[in-house]
């Protein structure tokens, strides 16, 4: 089947293809940096992975500067179709001669990221960021929940100067920076305090947001967790600590991320729930398989059914999307664009539905015929509106660009 007839089909379901594909081409994705690295970072001598997350595999040819990683990021643009945002951790800050060298977290000051807003500027792109609060010799294990409070001051501060990097990215990029904040905290056998930890939390998010920021421009969030590795009996951000705190102010969002709940649950109904009472909200997409393996996003039913919640909600601007995953057991370029390609799938998928008519189906209670009609839809021609996607964005089609991938590992990746 031809693009062409492809098209005719959405269009006699009342679908205007163009208009799709012009709509996606406008919704930022945030590109996650430590998918390059194993959630490494620049700042630490010591890259062992605390918190309760973890990297599998030692596929070669990983990045570990920041000319590496940026190297890589660039093959990864180049790969995928759509508006990619950059998303980075604090970790990734960049010390050099000329601003002074290393400094702690709790120091770090926008001169640290100017090299990534030169990165930035220079590709057009915006960029979210993310404090980083594991890894790293203060985790007592706790960080924002420690009852030891030069630890607890410690992470506050990092936090802080974390506002002040995201107001920055902001006002040199000229858009919205999504500050997420994720803590690890919690413990691996029954705690005898629930409440002080949480309370402590609460305490550190709210003097953490002390600090000033345009509301406007800067998106705080709190990621909730139902547990890690190692922490696996409580969490003290977890989803209803996170959602009530986003509830109790106007400059914070709350931020799920679909491998953070029980196997069951899925944030794809859970999306609704929130935009019925906040303008926005954040997501990290990833994939779980029977825990928060953060395994390569695919063209999934679960992907789906999130980008589907998003179009139906007609929250494309309220949503922001956010990659989250790190595989180190296959090619880490070919693990990043996958997943970026199957998100603009899913996306591109969920703006070909006809929303309004399964809508009215279901309004009129006629679930038969919804049933039918969502079913159907599985098998349109979907790949031929893909390919023209790909192609009205100057990108390789599917069946093209992993010859790109491994011509780089032959390349660039095998000789680090
Ligand atoms: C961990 C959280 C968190 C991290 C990143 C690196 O379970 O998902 O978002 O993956 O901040
Ligand atoms: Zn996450």
Known sequence: ??????????????????????????????????????????????????????????????????????????????????????????????????????????????????????????????????????????????????????????????????????????????????????????????????????????????QILSEPFDKTKVFPCAESKVFGIGVESYTVGSAEWCLKYAASRDDCISLMDNGHYHPTEVVSDKISAVLAYDKHMALHVTRGVRWDSDHVVLFDDETKEIAKEIVRCDALDRVFIALDYFDASINRISAWVTGFRNLQKALLFALLQPNDMLKKLQDEGDFTQLMVMQEELKTYPFGEIWDEYCRSCGKPLDGEWYPEIAKYEKEVLSKR
């Not at 057009?124 to 404090?131: E, K, L, R, T, Y």
């Open 1 to 206: 089947m031809s693009y062409t007839d492809a098209k005719k089909k959405y269009a006699a379901l009342g679908i205007d293809v163009d208009a799709a594909i012009a709509k996606l081409k406008t919704v930022p994705v945030a590109l996650h940096c430590w998918q390059g690295d194993d959630v490494g970072g620049f700042d630490q001598k010591e890259k062992s992975l605390t918190g309760g997350i973890q990297t599998t595999g030692n596929y070669p040819g990983k990045a570990t500067t920041p000319a590496e990683l940026m190297q890589d990021i660039d093959k990864v643009v180049a790969l995928v179709p759509g508006t990619v945002k950059m998303n980075l951790h604090a970790s990734y800050a960049i010390f050099d001669d000329e601003n002074g060298g290393w400094v702690d977290r709790d120091k770090i000051e926008p001169k640290h990221f100017a090299k990534w807003v030169k990165f930035c500027k220079e590709r057009g792109m915006g960029c979210d960021f993310n404090p980083t609060f594991f890894s790293h010799p203060m985790c007592d294990p706790l960080t924002l929940s420690s009852p030891n409070e030069e630890t607890r001051k410690f992470w506050i501060e990092h936090g802080k100067a974390c506002v002040r990097i995201s107001q920055y990215l902001a006002d040199e990029l000229g858009m919205p920076c999504v500050m997420n904040i994720w803590a690890g905290d919690g413990y691996k056998d029954i705690p005898a305090d629930r409440l002080g930890p949480r309370v402590r939390y609460k305490d550190s998010f709210d």
